[in-house]
């Protein structure tokens, strides 16, 4: 694919973020009617996730024909030109009121992360990447951070009942404990962004999946931070852990994780 095809998806990619965002932005202020419903512990779903969703697939099909597309939602599969999305990540944020919610576009081409979109209505900030080409947040270019040392570091660390809990207090115990102050927002997408964008130092999650983590880690790695390698050995559709972080604490948060090296 050269670099025109490209230029012309991440366009449409920023626009459709923007219309998913006000879309969602209609259900969040109720201005028109959702009842969340639960798919498992503390993971939740509503007609506004299916909308927006329904929304991006209808866009791209009629875009991009020949393009696929995997959604958290609605499913799909992933072919040599794959969009993934996740209409609303932070759902459990979403339904409870809470202004930390984002729309996540991503396109890969044979597997490589090539555009990067997050979309925060609530602050109207639009966050993108091209392969090669910087990240930005609107128009201006963004950095991450400067941070060199783990005890001045303000760092995000997912989780979800899906993980090991035990795990999870470990890991947070030993990132405490190296002096780092921690937080959990509640979407992972999200918090990859404000990674890129130098607002946290860095973010850690021990498995996201593919909707939620790809776009926020191509923002990262094209405003100069580092990234765990991404999936894991199972495969694209299956995720992996995530370790997002300014490049100078990021070699010690990569031992502090317990991931495997590199």
Known sequence: ?????????????????????VLAGRYFRHELAFSPQSKGPQDWVSAADHDVETLIRAELASAFPHDSMLGEEGGGKLGPRAWIVDPIDGTINFVHGVRYWCVSIAFLVDGERRIGV??????????????????????????????????E????AGYVPRHSLDGYQQLERRLREA??????????????????????D??????????????????????GGRTYRYPGAAGL???????????GIFDELLRLSGYPEF
């Open 179 to 200: 002096g780092a102050a921690v937080k959990d927002m509640g979407a992972g997408a999200l918090m990859l962004a404000h990674v890129a964008a130098g607002r946290f």
């Open 118 to 151: 997050i979309y925060d209505p609530s602050l109207d900030d639009l966050f993108w990447a091209v392969r090669g080409g910087g990240a930005f947040c609107e128009d201006a270019p963004i950095r991450a951070s400067s941070c060199m040392r783990v005890d």
């Open 202 to 223: 860095a973010f850690i999650e021990p498995h996201m999946h593919p909707w939620d983590a790809l776009a926020g880690l191509l923002l990262v790695e094209e405003s």
């Open 153 to 156: 570091s303000l760092l995000c």
């Open 1 to 21: 694919m050269n670099a025109a095809e490209v230029d012309t998806r991440a366009r449409f990619a920023k626009s459709l973020a923007r219309d998913a965002g």
């Open 237 to 247: 559709a299956a995720g992996g852990a995530v370790l997002a972080a300014a490049p």
